[in-house]
């Protein structure tokens, strides 16, 4: 510990910012602040209480980051992979693009479901076992969101048009970063991509408070 009651040992969150900022400009020490409110990353504390953080805590940390701008995935979705991490699963299997090797007994713990439902999910197309037989992440995501559909009277058979809309608007920007200057396609693809599931988002949300509209209406 130095005079001022500085730990010597791990990182400072300005140290975490320098070595964050290359890879996300945009964030703060705000930011990472409130990462931390919302329990994403946990820093020991100095009897100070001076922040001290871990390499691992800056992986954490990237993972976040990158799970938010890549993936455009809610807080509440990156706490339940990293929960699921504390609790036994590799961070390799669970951080983007790096092999998600997640085998078909963690997907059905991490999802909280049964091996029919997952059956049924993969005869509907909504998800698939890549080579070796092991699933993404977003295999995880896509069961765990069917599940909270299913609670709803929402069953895998229901959903086959979300796949034929996903499959369209895949195509569309497919179609679009081949028009693209080659240097520019991952560009266009990641705009396009975020473009997507705003306008997606932005779609269902007018028709579903149409349909409300018109349901208190005819009370």
């Not at 195509?171 to 975020?194: I, K, M, P, Y």
């Amino acid at each position: 510990m130095t005079a001022a009651g500085r730990p010597r040992g791990g990182l400072s969150i300005g140290a975490v910012l320098s070595q964050l900022r290359p890879d996300f400009p945009d964030v703060t020490i705000s930011k990472i602040r409130f990462l931390e409110s919302e329990g994403l990353v946990r820093p020991a504390r100095t009897p100070s209480g001076y922040r001290q953080f871990t390499p691992a805590d800056v992986e954490r940390l990237r993972y976040v980051l990158s799970a938010q701008r890549d993936r455009y995935l809610p807080l509440k979705v990156i706490r339940e992979q990293l929960d699921a991490a504390d609790q036994g699963v590799r961070a390799a299997d669970a951080a983007p693009g790096q092999g998600h090797r997640i085998t078909r007994d963690d997907l059905l713990a991490r999802a909280g479901i049964e091996s029919a439902d997952l059956a049924d999910l993969e005869q509907h197309g909504l998800v698939s076992a890549g080579p070796g037989g092991f699933y993404d992440h977003e295999s995880v995501q896509i069961a765990t969101t069917v599940r909270a559909m299913a609670r709803h009277g929402l069953q895998a058979r229901h959903l086959r048009p979300f796949r034929a809309a996903a499959d369209r608007e895949v195509a569309l920007v497919e179609q679009a970063a081949a028009a693209a200057h080659r240097a520019r396609a991952d560009e266009v693809v990641r705009e396009l991509t975020a473009l997507s599931v705003t306008l997606h988002a932005l779609l269902v949300e007018v028709g579903l408070r149409d349909v409300a509209g018109k349901r208190v209406s005819s009370r």
